[in-house]
C-alpha cells in the first residue's frame, strides 16, 4: 500500500461524489471500497478526532474482517454522538456497552456466532 497523507477536509469524498479532482488527487475519502459504516449525520462536533479516527478504524477493520463485523462500542463520546435515540449513523450491527465490559461484550458476540455457526453444521 503506498504512502498517502491524510486530508481533514471532504473533497472529492465518494459520498460527495465530486469528480472535478482528478483520481491522483482524491483522498483516501473518496475510495470506492470505503465502507461508510459510520455515516454521515451524527451529531460529533465539525471536525471532531474521534468520528474521523472511527471511520478509518472501522473501514481498516471491516477490510480485514472482509466485510463481517459487529461493532461493540462503550459508553462515550462516540456511542453519544452516533446514536441519539431512536436514531444511529451506523450502517453495520453495533452493541453499546457501559464503561468497562466491552471487551467481554465482544467475547460473547464471538461466542454466540461460533454457536450458532456449529448448530447451522450440525442443524
Known amino acids: 500500500m503506498s504512502f498517502q497523507p491524510l486530508h481533514f477536509y471532504q473533497t472529492g469524498t ?3 461524489g465530486n469528480r472535478l479532482l ?3 488527487d482524491r483522498t483516501v475519502q473518496s475510495d470506492i471500497r470505503r465502507t461508510n459504516s459510520l ?3 451524527h451529531r460529533a462536533c465539525q471536525g471532531c478526532g474521534e468520528a474521523l479516527g472511527a ?3 472501522i473501514d481498516a ?3 480485514a474482517a472482509r466485510g463481517r463485523l459487529i ?3 462503550a459508553t462515550g463520546c462516540l456511542e453519544v454522538f452516533s446514536t441519539p435515540y431512536p436514531e444511529t449513523s451506523w450502517q453495520i450491527p453495533w452493541i453499546h456497552s457501559l464503561f468497562g465490559n466491552t471487551a467481554a461484550v465482544a467475547t460473547g458476540i464471538a461466542a454466540a456466532i461460533k454457536v450458532k455457526r456449529t448448530k447451522r453444521r450440525d442443524g
Do not use: L, Q
Request: glycine share 12%; aromatic share 12%; proline share 0%.
Open 22 to 24: 482528478g483520481e491522483e
Open 39 to 41: 455515516n454521515s449525520g
Open 71 to 73: 461493532a461493540a462500542n
Open 61 to 63: 477493520a471491516m477490510n
Open 14 to 16: 465518494f459520498t460527495i
Open 55 to 57: 471511520r478509518f478504524a
